[in-house]
């Protein structure tokens, strides 16, 4: 892992691991978020029923941020790991800045807090897809056919060329 890595993958991960070990030590906080917003969101079309398991839903969604995080930070199967979190980024994203249900400077508030779970959203998406440098398994498997290839060309012009029959 190049130093790059090193220091972004931590930095990246920080706030989901700090916020999930508090949404799984003390998940009412973030399930009276979640209930502010529901009339909203069954609107949508949300089942009801994660309303009465609002605080179960809380510790899950933060006990997955914490693995995830970890995972990210340490790089325990990195492109996993941001992946999941920017899965998790989104709903936890719009529960925590309901700019809609505001107005006047709480609203401004939480659309700058969209944004900024929209900017995270987007570097753990571009984490998700970071190989370090090497190619993708649908390229090396499209390379390694063209070599094939190429090498049985080769043979078949050696051949023709010195005049032995193919076996």
């Given at each position: 892992m190049d130093l790059l890595r090193a220091l972004t993958r931590p930095m990246l991960a920080a706030p989901f691991i700090v916020d999930g070990a508090d949404a799984v030590v003390r998940p009412r906080r973030h399930a009276e978020k979640l209930e502010r917003v529901m009339p909203a969101l069954e609107r949508t079309g949300l089942p009801p029923m994660l309303r009465a398991d609002a605080r179960m839903l809380a510790r899950l969604s933060g006990a997955a941020s914490v693995v995830a995080g970890l995972g990210l930070a340490t790089g325990r199967a990195p492109r996993t790991s941001a992946a999941v979190l920017a899965a998790i980024n989104l709903p936890v994203t719009i529960v925590g800045n309901p700019g809609w249900t505001l107005s006047g400077s709480a609203r401004r508030e939480a659309f700058s807090g969209l944004l900024?779970?929209?900017?995270?959203?987007?570097?753990?998406?571009?984490?998700?897809?970071?190989?370090?440098?090497?190619?993708?398994?649908?390229?090396?498997?499209?390379?390694?056919?063209?070599?094939?290839?190429?090498?049985?060309?080769?043979?078949?012009?050696?051949?023709?060329?010195?005049?032995?029959?193919?076996?």
């Open positions: 900024r779970g929209a900017a995270l959203g987007a570097g753990l998406l571009m984490a998700s897809v970071d190989r370090q440098g090497r190619p993708s398994l649908a390229w090396q498997l499209r390379n390694s056919r063209q070599q094939r290839e190429a090498i049985e060309t080769a043979h078949l012009a050696v051949r023709r060329h010195y005049g032995v029959e193919a076996a």
